[in-house]
Nanobody
Framework: QVQLVESGGGLVQAGDSLRLSCVAY????????MGWFRQGSGNERKFVVG?????????YLESDLQARATISRDDAKNTVYLQMASLKPKDTGVYYC????????????????WGQGIQVTVSS
């Protein structure tokens, strides 16, 4: 069973950049759609961005974040990245990496494997 482990979170200031990493252990993610989710305080976990297995398609749910975030994958390293720039306090939350066994994504699509999450706090 593949396990996902996130890293790279922490406390940053508004306007800073941050790169989150998600490493998969126990198997390859090369055939999975990968995604990042964010859960703010008291809120539900929401989809942020996803990437298909061939890196030919990415999906964003928030137009504001689309301009500031980049998802990428390095299957040789079994790793997915989320690069975020010009961070805002509203970007604060626990970020989860997830894998979906299908090669496509649509809003509300389910993901099959989840990481434990990592906290990102953006101070104003």
């Amino acid at each position: 069973q593949v396990q996902l482990v996130e890293s790279g979170g922490g406390l940053v200031q508004a306007g800073d950049s941050l790169r989150l990493s998600c490493v998969a252990y126990g198997g390859t993610i090369s055939r999975y759609t990968m995604g990042w989710f964010r859960q703010g305080s008291g809120n539900e976990r929401k989809f942020v961005v996803g990437i298909n297995p061939t890196s030919t398609r990415t999906w964003y749910l928030e137009s504001d974040l689309q301009a500031r975030a980049t998802i990428s994958r390095d299957d040789a390293k079994n790793t997915v990245y989320l690069q975020m720039a010009s961070l805002k306090p509203k970007d604060t939350g626990v970020y989860y990496c997830a894998a979906r066994f299908e090669s496509t994504w649509y809003e509300g699509a389910s993901f099959d494997i989840w990481g434990q999450g990592i906290q990102v706090t953006v101070s104003s």
